[in-house]
């Protein structure tokens, strides 16, 4: 067939799949000008001036109507009272963001507002992985993705009913349907994989090089074989596996999570952080831990975060270990005991106005740090979390350096902003929200 022919059959078939998209797309949309072909309305609009042909088009069809670019549908909002009913008295409806194609391509969809979850919990989550396993993971192996999942799920089922109601009544664990059967499916999946981790090691094992967690835990295990009291047991050594993922992921990622959101609503807070970073380390090399002692505001600003977000308000459950006679009052033996952490967090002897995010609840007169005794989102004591030294340095460096290197942008007016946790049961978890990162 010739060349010419084929063309000519081609752009009869686009023009023809374009009217009928165009006349089948409009569907109930707001009424408009018609649509040429492929171009659309792009010929009716002056594009030195588009606003002026808009309140044009306005007049013709009112407030509201729908102009093609290109093929793409396109309704216009003209006036107060249509812009108010639909980003305001409708605003969650509204509330998408549309990226301009050119932008896209020249911004790779970096700038453009995320969700921080994911990569606030791989960081940490790394960290863990490194000390455990002696190994990083890409973020985007499918194994690391896997394990991610399941922590992050496991969290959030600390705060549903039937976990709590299982955690109270563990009787109901096997016969009541609901989240904690997930989570018992999670850790037995997470074990597996730890297991097999442990055996990998256990064929590579130098005595003499230990190289990681396992490899100390399987020399201490070897040298206490002869032992029956022994609790270094491969079960043991999955469970403390479990519980250093579970205490040193999630935990720090949704302390970074929650700290993030504050900083959006407190946008003067994250500059005076950014301009002591500036004066400290400055732009050319990375944030380190010396610099801590020499960045008190910054300093303050983590420890309110933690204050303030009361991510653990009970603690851990204790029991006691003997009859205890407590004040008044005898205690018995392995009787479960909540630390109230929550109200030793939000003192207000020791913090004015404890239920306001203020750095300065860690800053004396002069501008120096100050330590507080009343300081125990890591609780205190003998059960105390083990990870705190290894968490405080990751909130320090993780947040310094996203500030080093970013401007934090909200996608709504900070004073709309909403700390408030999501859900608020063993844990508190912020609510969902997106920004973009900017480039500093």
């Known amino acids: ?42 010929l009716q609009l002056g594009f030195k001036d588009i606003s002026k042909s808009l309140t044009k088009l306005s007049e013709v069809y009112g407030p509201v109507f729908t102009v093609y670019l290109g093929m793409k549908p396109t309704v216009v909002l003209h006036g107060y009272e249509a812009v108010k009913e639909a980003l305001i008295d409708l605003g969650e409806e509204f509330s998408g963001r549309r990226i301009l194609p050119v932008n896209h391509k020249v911004t790779k969809g970096l700038a453009s507002p995320c969700d ?48 709590q109601l299982c955690n109270m009544f563990p009787i109901l664990i096997d016969y009541l349907p609901g989240s904690q059967k997930t989570t018992i499916r999670n850790n037995t999946y ?32 070897e040298q206490e074989k002869h032992n029956p009291q022994s609790e270094f047991t491969i079960e043991n ?52 831990m010396q610099d801590r002692s020499r960045m008190p505001y910054t300093d303050a600003v983590v420890h309110e975060i933690q204050r303030y977000i009361d991510l653990v308000p009970n603690s851990a459950p ?21 630390p109230s952490l929550s109200s030793v967090l939000n003192d207000n002897k020791e913090f004015p106005n404890p239920k306001e995010f203020d750095p300065a609840h860690f800053l004396d007169k002069s501008g120096n740090f100050r330590k507080s005794d009343y300081f125990v989102p890591f ?15 990751e909130l320090f460096l993780f947040l310094t350096t996203i500030l080093q290197n970013f401007k934090l942008k909200s996608q709504v007016d900070p004073e709309h902003i909403d700390t408030t ?4 049961g063993i844990s508190r978890v912020p609510r969902f929200y997106k920004l973009s990162f900017l480039p500093v």
């Open 237 to 288: 050594l999955l469970i403390t596996v479990l519980d250093l993922f579970a205490a040193g992921t999630e935990t720090t990622s949704t302390t970074l999570r929650y700290g993030l959101l504050l900083l959006l609503k407190h946008p003067e807070v994250a500059a005076k952080v950014q301009e002591e970073i500036e004066r400290v380390i400055g732009r050319h090399r990375s944030p380190s």
């Open 190 to 221: 997470i074990k597996n994989y730890v297991l097999e981790k442990v055996k990998e090691h256990q064929e590579s094992l130098d005595i003499n090089n230990p190289r990681d967690f396992i490899d100390c835990f399987l020399i201490k295990m």
């Open 116 to 163: 921080p979850t994911f990569i606030l919990g791989a960081a940490p989550c790394n960290v863990i992985c490194s000390v455990i396993f002696q190994n990083r993971f890409d973020y985007k192996d499918q194994q690391f993705l896997n394990l991610m999942g399941k922590f992050n799920e496991n969290f959030r089922n600390n705060n549903v009913l039937s976990v």
């Open 379 to 393: 609780s205190t004591g003998k059960r105390a979390c083990v990870g705190e030294a290894l968490a405080r340095m």
């Open 1 to 42: 067939m010739d060349p010419t022919v084929v063309l000519v059959l081609c752009l009869s078939l686009l023009l023809l799949f374009s009217l009928w998209k165009q006349s089948h797309g409009r569907g109930n949309l707001p009424p408009g000008p018609t649509p040429l072909p492929i171009l659309g309305n792009i």
């Open 318 to 338: 204790h029991a006691t270990l003997c009859d205890v006679k407590f004040r008044n009052y005898i205690i018995p033996k392995g009787t479960i005991v909540f």
């Open 421 to 424: 946790p999501l859900v608020s």
